[in-house]
């Protein structure tokens, strides 16, 4: 089970409050009143465990898996162990994430302000949010209800948070809108002036960055990670998107609703992109692109052209993924022909 | 115009006043006592509006323009509509920039220090300073007149930093000299110890590092960027230098003038940039390099040797830019042939 | 010498305490009762200075040098000046990492806790521990006997922190076991949520993250950089393991003893690295692999299959080094022939 010293347990659910809550069709489930203590990958569980199984390569520790219950999609009923109560459904990991999350729910405010912070007299703060020491709330802010300030993150003067967002320790944020249920992490540095100068030989001349950063609902920006304000318009990232560690968005970008941007990877500015876009690990694009809704991109891939909706792209500068495949493959021929 | 929560317009500005504080030449002015009340590009500018045409990209956009006045080159003089004001330049994002500058001026120190900072008694702390609440000041450090300490940002015991220098939230900068008129943007990481250990079976043993972190004037750090310190030599940042956000720069790295390094970019330890040199977003520099004056590293380059001065390369490993577009171009043919 | 505004210097030691402390032989050392003031790199050293030479590119600089006593492997004892007192050793640069340090100490805790710190009740401080200004340690943290906690750290509830570790300024610990002797560097994100989550076009639902970071003896880890906690197994950073500045390590990541990972690396979920692992700068590790023991990954490699032990990688995607390096002469081969 999690440790006891950092995630508070709840539970444990029945059978058939787990079906209802996750919408689950209970196969092979004789009690719907028997209870699971807790929530576990199939490796560890024995019979008071909830688990799921997902991913096919996992199939081995699902035929001989001791856990009590378990997420599976309906073509593994067959599969499963005799004693093992199944919860068919066609995305078994979004229902054990439902699940999981009723063991384990997320933080809630505590509603308590802490004599440490410093909150300023012409800052509106919602009702129950949650304010710890050593956090600093600016001038003319407004703090949704709910919502968590954690310690030591600076909020500046004006900043808006919606209803139920979090903002990790450390983190600072200025010149930005915020929208509902949003998770800001640890460290994250959102709003700061873009990288705009005229360059020259007599000197890189700074140019005012009077745009903003805005936000929707349910964003999250990963721990050290960076997005640069607008440098006339806004950069604005769409609801539901995921921003992993240390990714960096430089001014002007716009991200549609629901992309996933993983660690590390970089966006320069003016660049949009569309819903649903996913850039792995490491990646760059370049600055003043379109990116298509839904478009892939590869880890470390270098995107220096517009990308159309769908497509995947991989390579350094990215071409279309299959291509890139065959580089690779053109590559370590050329050097087999030399031997 | 620019969301009043974050941002304080000065003026307006008259014709005459714009064209002395920014050198440009009158054209189409029939009355330089005409005020324009804002900045902004030209897609969204009205007749109140002072607005820009740099980027021939744009020329569509300064055609149709509605904007009241534009900063131009002489010889788009021909293509403006019939009522703009022009102001010819030969740098025309320049003195925009000087005029922007004018209507929203960067932030002055305001000369309070915060009841919630802590100052050391030791610390030197000069006229005007603004030092913002949970910031930390170290014993014997030198804050220069006018300098603005952000929220929760720490100075380590020993570090000088020159007048009107602003140092971000929550950055920490330690066993640094700063020079004057400096930006470190939040989060920044400056002055602590180097890499640097003997690796062995036997475990790697810490060496200590000896060295400081010298910074000269007219310099930006951008946000979660990280700068150690020497091991023995300083590691040094010329005048001028621009420093985009997550970048790292390595122990006893020396970058000379006037230097442009972009995001994500890393520079390993003893590396030594001449002045005026651009490395573009998420490239790499190996260590004991020498890389001359005004070169060039394309983004996600690798750089394996020495660049000499004004050559630019690309790659990884970096070779001179035409070379990297031929490969570029000879690997995509090679699998064409294939098909 | 090193600047005093930032370092205390110790000693004088005399020859014989030097060749006592690091066991190196003396050669050449009429006086063992001499003492040398200081340490520096042979460049800039003078007879009053103890010195090193380990990279055989600087023989030019031993046999030139003015310092007074020098590490060096008992094969260049020919080449030495002749005044020159010499510390025979088949490991200088460790030798030198232990002279070092005698005269400039690590920083030991003072044994303060600043008042304000804001430290919760509940939270159990050993002997000697050093809180600085505007920490904030957590209900039920264990912080060992000690250790130091720079200012504007935050430890969440439950952290343990094993004797004589140090956290830097502005760093965030949660979810956290933590060895001795270890340094976290400021701006280090350690124990916030991985990246996890259900993926569909309805949103990405979060999966509660159930595991914990547990960090072994002696570790380093570097500023900004950040660790993700396991997603149900933990996070595992190995003994003796140095972790440079902007790395990322995903959820479920285990090191082994000793790996060197540098700057801005990426290691993505569920992957495994044995012993002594090394992974050079901007390296990127897919997720679910296995490393071998000792495994070399060069500068910018993109991880994509597992890697057996000793091994040496390098590309993107990456491949046995020599392969590489064959692949890099083809490119350009190629490219001459076409001329």
């Given at each position: 089970m999690a440790d006891p010293r950092f995630f508070k347990r709840k539970g444990p659910f029945s059978v058939q409050e787990i079906a209802d809550l996750t919408g689950a069709e209970l196969v092979n489930a004789p009690d719907p009143s028997r209870r699971f203590d807790d929530v576990s990958p199939l490796q560890n569980a024995d019979a008071s465990i909830l688990s799921f199984f997902d991913n096919r390569k996992y199939l081995d520790a699902f035929v001989s898996s001791s856990a009590g219950g378990c997420f599976v999609r309906p073509e593994f009923v067959d599969r499963a162990p005799a004693d093992m109560v199944l919860f068919t459904t066609s995305d078994p990991y979004r229902a054990y994430a439902k699940a999981a999350t009723a063991y384990y729910p997320f933080d809630e405010a505590n509603g308590v302000v802490s004599p440490h912070a410093v909150v300023a007299d012409t800052a509106r703060i919602g009702k129950g949010v949650q304010i710890d020491a050593g956090a600093v709330?600016?001038?003319?802010?407004?703090?949704g209800d709910g919502c968590i300030i954690a310690s030591n993150a600076v909020i500046g003067e004006g900043v808006v948070i919606g209803a139920g967002s979090k903002i990790g320790a450390g983190a600072t944020i200025s010149h930005c809108l915020i929208g509902n249920l949003c998770l800001i992490y640890p460290g994250a540095r959102i709003g700061q002036d873009g990288f705009g100068f005229a360059m020259g030989p007599q000197g890189h001349l700074k140019v005012p960055q009077l745009g903003r950063v805005v936000i929707g609902n349910d964003v999250e920006v990963g721990a050290n990670s960076t997005i640069d304000r607008g440098a006339g318009p806004d950069t604005v990232i769409g609801n539901?998107?995921?921003?992993?560690?240390?990714?960096?968005?430089?001014?002007?970008?716009?991200?549609?609703?629901?992309?996933?941007?993983?660690?590390?990877?970089?966006?320069?500015?003016?660049?949009?992109?569309?819903?649903?876009?996913?850039?792995?690990?490491?990646?760059g694009i370049t600055g003043h692109l379109e990116i298509g809704d839904g478009a892939k991109i590869a880890a470390q891939s270098g995107v220096m052209k517009n990308i159309g909706a769908g497509e995947t792209v991989g390579g350094s500068p990215a071409v279309p993924v299959m291509e890139y495949h065959k580089q690779t493959v053109a590559l370590s021929r050329l050097i087999r022909k030399k031997k």
């Open positions: 709330i600016g001038g003319n802010c407004e703090i539901g998107c995921r921003i992993d560690n240390l990714v960096q968005i430089g001014h002007n970008v716009e991200l549609g609703m629901g992309c996933v941007i993983v660690s590390q990877v970089g966006i320069s500015g003016s660049t949009k992109l569309g819903n649903f876009v996913v850039a792995a690990g490491q990646a």
